[in-house]
């Protein structure tokens, strides 16, 4: 079922997706990007068929059934030279400055024409290691990787985005101790995402609390307790969302491949795991659109309609190997050789929605087995055929029937491998979604929960204004369609901020065991989650069977993601005297509607500029209630004075936000809030969280409505400046303008 187009839809087709070349022409509606598409994969059938492979090409795309990736729908037809793979990793990097620098060449190229790079840094030699013949120390790993990042901010990937990175470091690396804390200064390795490869080695050393050595080229550098160095890792990650962790043993013993190549890295969202200078392209079925009675009693996923639209999309991904341009030769050679592809889902929180289960419930975790079974044996099936019909990939070999990702797939399927051999060395993954899910009408982001039912988005005008509209997630639209005004079940519309770390675990765990590749997922945690608790949920996820995860605790360090300042960067000491006030300052009014208030508040604060930058310097309360007047004329002018003496003023946000009205607090947002004052104190950190991070104050309103109205506040967006940049899938996501980073 799908409600009628929104104009973020439009807007999103029209910005990233839409063909329009200069002196007119290409893309008139979606649809007729849709045929583009369609067209120009199937002209890699023979002649006679390429009518009929168009058509169920087509069918596939229309309606937002199957959605390639978005590299295939913004480049394929258009004869420019771009890459249709979104997944690249590099080759390995030799411990010698020409070749670092030539293989810094070869990511800029990737990047360049489209592809999110990954790069293993493992292989230069640690900081203050001798360089032989120069008489000098080697800066190691984390300063090269300042040269990658450097470069990255100056390439537009595409003519349309920033390229996007992954740079991972073995867990055994003398460096690895800074690789971990590398993000929490906020000015560094801003285009990389960053994850550590923890082996199974390390696990075992962490079990039995034992010694760590850290080595290069079998030499020992040093020792670290293994339990204070996961801490280390642990820590950072809860602080400020990175490193992301990968079981890289995992991976190597899962891969279908593990008899002809070595997985060193990952993409830049960490579902594909790739070899040297390997590829994958990426596409999804939108299970949201595969219930044909949303809500009904009763209501089911067609099934066979999955495995026929299963079959469709695996030869059009393996079409796509064939029609692609690739930045380097070696990406060419291993794609062609291998014919690797990665078929996933998205909507898949929607579809359960319409089945009447709330994602994370028993019934969802088997109703997501039981497709994901439905797609590995589709896609194995028609993969099998498709070698019949056109040859297995080169490299293919009988022994493929060995490996684990096999051993489980129905007796015709195996005899039809082994008959025929395969035409895909890998078949699936789960990817992010995060703007094609937006295209095909804010659908659940690929195996996400959904993230907000329902929210406000700003939109800049041309004049410079902005105007406000109400998205809404597919799921919810399609209730409203429905049942009307009735108010959903809340025990069936869950969200990522009702969930449990354990939660989100039970559905990918089960998942990845039906996944040839990984799987990029992102495990929200409430943000007064211990670190106690948070340190159990990548050791969790490792004895679960996962392949690697990134975790997500809002908290005023993650704002885009970055760390607290420095110690050398602190705020001066107060001052003795309270500055006098200039006769004009800038400032920013919000808003908020508190429930239990007939009238708004409107919350001003005001601006200093010193030195270049902004400080807040005073603040005022104002309402027409006058039940609010007293108290907020004199916490107004405290906090004022507080402001105008300088110094540090963080205290200022805790100390509001601490405060508990026995009356009864108030929803913000999805989250709760317990007392007018607390949401005063979330406007006030907010606000220096976007000086401090040099966006500007935070110029969206904050909002009090029930848990349904608005989505949570997120971190400042890079592209349209909102306090609604959320991170998904091992991704940035904006809520307002629909910026996806590595998405």
């Known amino acids: 079922m799908m ?38 994969i199937a002209a890699n059938e023979v002649p006679a068929e390429r009518a009929r492979w168009e058509a169920s090409f087509y069918d596939a795309l229309a309606g937002f059934r199957f959605i390639p990736a978005g590299r295939i729908l913004a480049g394929a037809g258009t004869g420019r030279d771009v890459t249709l793979f979104n997944c690249f990793v ?25 592809g999110g790079v990954g790069m293993d840094f493992s292989t230069i030699r640690p900081a203050g290691a001798p360089v032989r013949g120069v008489g000098a120390q080697a800066s190691g790993p984390l300063s090269f990787m ?7 901010g100056t390439i537009m990937a595409a003519g349309q985005r920033r390229g996007a990175m992954m740079g991972c470091l073995r867990i055994d690396h003398p460096d690895i101790e800074q690789f971990i804390d590398a993000k929490r200064d906020k000015t560094r390795l801003r285009n990389f995402n960053i994850s550590v490869l923890v082996t199974d080695k390390f696990m075992k050393a962490l079990a039995a609390d034992a010694p760590w050595p850290l080595h290069f080229e079998g030499r020992t550098v040093r020792s670290v307790p293994a339990r204070d160095l ?51 392209l990426l596409g999804s079925i939108n299970l949201a659109q595969l219930v044909p009675q949303p809500f009904s009693k009763g209501a089911a996923l067609d099934e066979d309609d999955l495995a026929g639209l299963t ?37 898949l929180a929607d579809a359960l929605l319409f089945c009447n289960e709330a994602y994370g419930s028993e019934r969802a975790i088997d109703l997501t087995r039981q497709w994901l079974t439905k797609i590995k044996q589709a896609a194995y099936r028609a993969s099998a055929l498709l070698a019949a019909e056109k040859g297995p990939f080169p490299l293919y070999s009988p022994e493929i029937l060995d490996r684990p990702n096999l051993l489980s797939l129905d007796p015709e399927t195996r005899d039809l491998i082994a ?11 789960i990817a992010p979604t995060g703007t094609t899910s937006l295209l095909a009408g804010n659908v659940s982001s690929g195996i996400e929960p959904v993230f907000a039912y329902s929210y406000v988005r700003k939109v800049r005008q041309a004049d410079g204004s902005t105007r406000e509209e109400a998205v809404e997630d597919h799921g919810y639209r399609v209730w409203k369609e429905v049942n009307g005004e009735e108010a959903p079940p809340v025990e069936l519309f869950v969200s990522a901020q009702t969930l449990s770390p354990s939660d989100h675990l039970a559905m990918q765990a089960p998942a990845q065991q039906l996944i040839d590749s990984s799987i990029s997922k992102t495990i929200n945690c409430p943000q007064d989650i211990t670190f106690d608790q948070f340190i159990d949920i990548y050791a969790e996820a490792y004895h679960l069977g996962c392949k690697g995860l990134t975790t997500y605790r809002p908290n005023s360090t993650t704002g885009s993601i970055l760390s607290v300042e420095p110690e050398t960067a602190q705020t001066p000491p107060a001052k003795a005297e309270l500055e006098p006030r200039p006769e004009s300052l800038h400032g920013t009014t919000y808003k908020i509607k508190w429930l239990q208030s007939a009238h708004a508040i409107y919350v001003t604060i005001n601006d200093l500029v010193e030195d270049g930058r902004r ?7 104002n309402s027409k209630n006058m039940e609010h007047y007293a108290w907020t004329v004199g916490l107004t002018r405290m906090i004022s004075a507080v402001l105008r003496r300088g110094g540090d003023i963080g205290f200022v946000a805790e100390e509001l936000k601490a405060v508990f009205d026995p009356r009864g607090g108030s929803w913000v947002g999805k989250r709760y809030v317990p007392s007018l004052l607390a949401a005063i104190g979330d406007i006030f950190e907010g606000h220096v969280v976007g000086l401090e991070t040099g966006h500007g104050p935070r110029a969206d309103p904050l909002v009090g409505a029930p848990a349904s109205a608005n989505a949570p506040m997120g971190a400042i967006c890079p592209a349209c400046g909102g306090r609604a940049l959320h991170r998904q899938e091992g991704c940035d996501k904006c809520l307002e303008c629909g910026f996806s980073k590595c998405g």
């Open 3 to 40: 409600p009628d187009p929104t104009t973020l839809q439009h807007e999103i087709w029209n910005s990233k997706y839409r063909f329009a070349p200069q002196g007119g022409g290409g893309d008139g509606s979606v649809e007729e990007s849709w045929r583009r598409v369609a067209g120009a």
């Open 615 to 621: 400080r807040p310097f005073e603040m005022f309360i």
């Open 90 to 114: 590099m080759g390995a990097i030799p411990d010698d400055l020409d070749g670092i620098f030539q293989h810094l060449r070869e990511a800029a190229l990737t990047m360049q024409k489209g």
């Open 419 to 429: 008959r025929h051999g395969l035409r895909n060395g890998c078949l699936t993954s």
């Open 230 to 280: 996961w801490r280390q890792l642990m820590q950072a990650t809860y602080d400020v969302a990175e490193p992301g962790v990968i079981f890289i043993d995992r991976v190597n013993q899962h891969n279908n491949l593990a008899y002809c190549e070595e997985i060193i890295a990952s993409n830049p969202c960490g579902e594909q795991m790739l070899p040297a200078y390997g590829a994958c």
């Open 146 to 152: 300042d040269s990658w990042n450097a470069m990255c």
């Open 311 to 347: 079959a469709t999309a695996i030869r059009f991904l393996d079409n796509v190997i064939d029609a692609s341009r690739y930045p380097l030769p070696q990406q060419e050679a291993e794609a062609r050789s291998k014919r690797r592809i990665g078929l996933g889902i998205t909507g």
